[in-house]
C-alpha cells in the first residue's frame, strides 16, 4: 500500500466516523462540531485528489463561516436533548430495513464485475505547477457563463425569501432611526436652565 | 468561447424575464403600499412581453448557446409559449385572493417570476448543470411561496416538508449525475446521448446512476411511491400557490423529464422503460383509488395530479416520437385542465375563505352557472370523455403505448380511468343535483369570468380541434 493510499484510506475512516457521529451524538453541539470535522476530512481528501480549491473554500466557506453561524444558532436555541430519542426506537425497525434494502442493493450492483473494468480510468497526474485555481477561473467566466448567472440568480432568491420570510414590521417596537441620531441638535438634549449662583 | 451576439438574442426571453423580476422587486420601494396591485400590471406586462420575445424570436433550427449549456428548439418554444400564457391566465385567477390573504406583495411576485425563470432555464436546458440549477430556482422560489403565508401553521409545516423531501429528491438526482458524469466524462445531454446509443445497456454503472436520476425525476413528478409530499402540499398551501404548483410547474417537470431520459439518456430506454412502468402503473392506481376517498377537493386534485403523471409516464415507455408527443400533448392538456379547475376554486372563495371542499360546489349551478359549466368541463376533460380534449390525450397516450405492444399497460390506464371517472363524475352531481340552504351569491369581476369561461372553452375546442396541438408537439420531437 501506498502513502497515498494510507492516508487517503485513514481520512476516509475518520470522515465516516465523524458523519455518523453528527447524526449519533446527543448533544446537538458535538453534532456541529462532528460535522466541522467530516469539512475539514473532506477537504483534506479533495487536497488528495488535486482539487484543492475545492478543499480550500470547503474551509473557508463551510467551516469559517457556516458552521461558526450554525453553532450561535445551536447555543441561542437551547434544544432539549432527550425529544429525539423517543422516536427512534419507534421508527428504527422502518429505517432499518430499508437501509438494509439499500445497502444489498447497492453491494449486489457494485460487487459486479463489469462495473470496473472500462469505467474506472485513473485521472491524468498534474505536476506540481499547475494551478487548479485558475483552471477553474479560465473556465467559470467563459464556459460555465450562463450557469454561473443562474446561480448568482439562485442566490439572489435565496435573499429576497429570508427577508420576505423573516421581516416582520411590528409596532409599538422601539428602535434608533440613524437620521434622527444624525440630526439631532444640541437644543434638542440639552436645556440651559438660567439660575441664580447661591452663595456660600 | 467566442462572445456572439446569437448568445444574447437566443437567451432574451430569460434575460427579459430576469430583469422584469429585479424590476417588480424593486418598484415597490418607489411606490405606496396603497397601490400594491402595481407590481400584479407588471407581472402580467412580464407574462406578455416575454411570450412576444419568445415568438419574434424564435429560432428556424435547433440552436445550441453557452458552450451547449442552452438549447432553443421547438420543445422548448412550445414549452415556453404555453408556460407564459398559461403563466397569465394562473395570474389573473389568483389576484384577488391574493389580495384577500394580504400576500400581494411585490415579493410575492418577484418569487413567482423567478420561479418561472427557473421553470424556462429547465425547458431550455442542454447538459446536467442548467437542469439542475433551473430546478433549484424553480424549488426554492416555489418553497418560500409556500412559507410566506406564515400565520398558517399548515404553510409552514408543509413548506418544511417540501423543502426537506425536495432536497432528498436533488440529491438523489445529484447522485445519479455523477455516476453518469463518471462513466460519459460530460454533463452535455447531446454527448450522453452519442456515447449512450453507441455502449446501451452494457454499462452497469451507467444503469446504477440512471435508477437514481429516475428515482431525483420521479419525486419532482410525485410518481408513486414518492408521492407523499404531493397531497400534503396541495392542501396546505393556500389556493393562489395551490394552483400555481398544480398547472404550470407540471410543464417544466415534463421538461425535466424529457431533457434527461429522451434528450440525454434515450441510449438507455430499454432500462427507464421497465421503472417507468413500474412508477407509471402505481401512480395510475394509487392516484385513482385515493382520490374517491377524498372530502377535500385540493386534496382530491392531488390525488388526480398522481394518477394524470402515470398517463404522462406511459406516453414515454413508449419510447417512440409518437408516445414523447402524446405525451407532451398530455402534460399541456392536463396544465390547462388543473388552471381551469383551481380557477373555479379560486373565485369561489371569498373574503380570504377558501373553498376547498367537494360540500362547498353543492348548488353551484344555481349561484354561478358559468362558474359551474366550466368545472364539469374540465371534470368531463380530466375523466377523459369526449369531446373534451382530455379524451384525446387519453387516447393519444394508449395509442402509442399499443402500437408498442404493451397492451397490458394500456388495459390498466383504460381501466384506473374509469375508477377515476367515479369522483369526477360525483363532483358533477354535487354542481348540479345537490341544493344548498342557503344561496350564496357568487360575484368575480368581469376579466376573471372572461379567463375562467376562455380556459373552459379552450379545452372544448382543442378537443374539437386537437390537429393543430397535437403537430406542435409531435414537431418537438424529431
Not at chain 1, 161 to 185: E, G, M
Request: charged residues 15%; contains cysteine.
Amino acid at each position: 500500500m501506498s502513502l497515498e493510499q494510507i492516508i487517503f484510506y485513514l481520512f476516509s475512516t475518520i470522515l465516516i466516523f465523524s458523519s455518523l457521529m453528527v447524526i449519533i451524538s446527543r448533544n446537538p453541539i458535538f453534532s456541529a462540531l462532528f460535522l466541522i470535522l467530516s469539512f475539514v476530512t473532506c477537504s483534506c481528501l479533495w487536497m488528495l485528489a488535486e482539487a484543492e480549491f475545492l478543499a480550500i473554500t470547503l474551509v473557508l466557506v463551510y467551516v469559517g463561516a457556516v458552521m461558526v453561524l450554525f453553532m450561535f444558532v445551536v447555543m441561542m436555541l437551547n434544544i432539549q436533548e432527550s425529544v429525539s430519542k423517543e422516536k427512534f426506537i419507534k421508527y428504527l425497525p422502518v429505517g432499518l430495513l430499508v437501509s438494509v434494502s439499500i445497502f444489498v442493493e447497492m453491494w449486489l450492483v457494485l460487487k459486479s464485475k463489469n462495473l470496473v473494468n472500462e469505467v474506472a480510468v485513473s485521472p491524468i497526474r498534474h505536476d506540481a505547477n499547475y494551478s487548479n485555481t485558475k483552471e477553474l477561473g479560465e473556465v467559470l467566466y467563459t464556459q460555465y457563463m450562463f450557469q454561473f448567472e443562474l446561480a448568482s440568480v439562485i442566490l439572489l432568491v435565496a435573499i429576497i425569501s429570508a427577508i420576505a420570510l423573516t421581516l416582520r414590521k411590528r409596532k409599538n417596537v422601539k428602535f434608533q432611526d440613524p437620521v434622527k441620531q444624525i440630526h439631532v441638535k444640541k437644543a434638542d438634549r440639552v436645556r440651559v436652565v438660567a439660575m441664580k449662583s447661591e452663595k456660600l | 468561447m467566442a462572445f456572439d451576439f446569437i448568445n444574447i438574442v437566443t437567451v432574451l426571453p430569460e434575460i427579459v424575464l430576469l430583469s422584469m423580476a429585479c424590476v417588480v422587486l424593486l418598484i415597490d420601494l418607489y411606490t405606496d403600499s396603497a397601490e400594491e396591485s402595481l407590481s400584479y400590471y407588471l407581472t402580467q406586462f412580464t407574462m406578455v412581453i416575454v411570450a412576444a420575445v419568445i415568438i419574434i424570436f424564435a429560432p428556424e433550427k435547433t440552436v445550441l448557446v453557452f458552450d451547449g449549456a442552452y438549447v432553443s428548439d421547438n420543445l422548448s418554444f412550445v414549452l415556453k409559449l404555453s408556460l407564459c400564457l398559461l403563466g397569465f391566465v394562473v395570474f389573473v385567477f389568483s389576484k384577488k385572493l391574493l389580495e384577500d390573504l394580504k400576500l400581494d406583495k411585490s415579493e410575492y411576485y418577484a418569487l413567482a417570476l423567478f420561479a418561472m425563470l427557473g421553470m424556462m432555464v429547465m425547458i431550455s436546458a442542454g447538459n446536467f448543470l442548467t437542469i439542475y440549477l433551473g430546478l433549484e430556482l424553480l424549488s426554492l422560489s416555489l418553497y418560500s411561496m409556500i412559507a410566506m403565508q406564515r400565520d398558517s401553521k399548515r404553510s409552514v409545516e408543509v413548506a418544511m416538508k417540501y423543502f426537506v423531501l425536495g432536497a432528498v429528491a436533488s440529491g438523489m438526482l445529484l447522485y445519479g449525475i455523477s455516476m453518469i458524469y463518471g462513466v460519459t466524462k460530460s454533463i452535455q445531454f447531446d454527448v450522453i446521448h452519442e456515447i449512450t446509443m453507441i455502449t446501451g445497456q452494457s454499462q452497469l454503472i451507467m444503469i446504477f446512476g440512471l435508477v437514481f436520476i429516475v428515482i431525483g425525476v420521479a419525486f419532482k413528478l410525485g410518481a408513486v411511491p414518492f408521492h407523499m409530499w404531493l397531497p400534503d402540499v396541495y392542501h396546505g398551501s393556500s389556493l393562489p400557490i395551490t394552483l400555481f404548483i398544480g398547472s404550470i410547474t407540471k410543464i417544466a417537470a415534463f421538461a425535466l423529464i424529457a431533457r434527461v431520459l429522451v434528450d440525454g439518456l434515450e441510449g438507455l430506454h430499454a432500462s427507464w422503460k421497465d421503472m417507468l412502468a413500474i412508477l407509471a402503473v402505481l401512480s395510475l392506481i394509487l392516484g385513482n383509488i385515493i382520490a374517491i376517498a377524498q372530502k377535500n377537493i385540493k386534496r382530491m386534485f392531488a390525488y388526480s395530479t398522481i394518477s394524470h403523471v402515470g398517463f404522462i409516464m406511459l406516453g414515454l415507455i413508449a419510447g417512440n416520437q409518437l408516445g414523447y408527443s402524446a405525451s407532451m400533448f398530455y402534460t399541456l392538456v392536463y396544465a390547462l385542465m388543473a388552471t381551469a379547475g383551481f380557477g373555479v376554486l379560486l373565485m369561489l372563495s371569498k373574503n380570504g375563505i377558501e373553498a376547498e371542499n367537494i360540500a362547498d360546489l353543492s348548488g353551484l349551478s344555481d349561484r354561478s352557472p358559468l362558474l359551474a359549466v366550466v368545472m364539469l368541463v374540465v371534470m368531463f376533460s380530466m375523466a377523459g370523455v369526449p369531446p373534451t380534449v382530455g379524451f384525446y390525450a387519453k387516447l393519444s397516450v394508449i395509442n402509442a403505448i399499443v402500437s408498442s405492444d404493451m397492451i397490458w399497460l394500456a388495459l390498466v390506464a383504460v381501466f384506473m380511468s374509469v375508477v377515476g371517472a367515479f369522483y369526477y363524475l360525483r363532483i358533477i352531481k354535487v354542481m348540479y343535483f345537490e341544493k344548498q340552504d342557503i344561496i350564496e351569491s357568487v360575484d368575480n369581476s368581469f376579466n376573471e369570468r372572461l379567463f375562467i369561461g376562455v380556459n373552459g372553452l379552450t379545452i372544448l375546442l382543442l378537443g374539437l380541434y386537437p390537429t393543430t396541438l397535437m403537430m406542435l408537439c409531435s414537431a418537438s420531437f424529431k
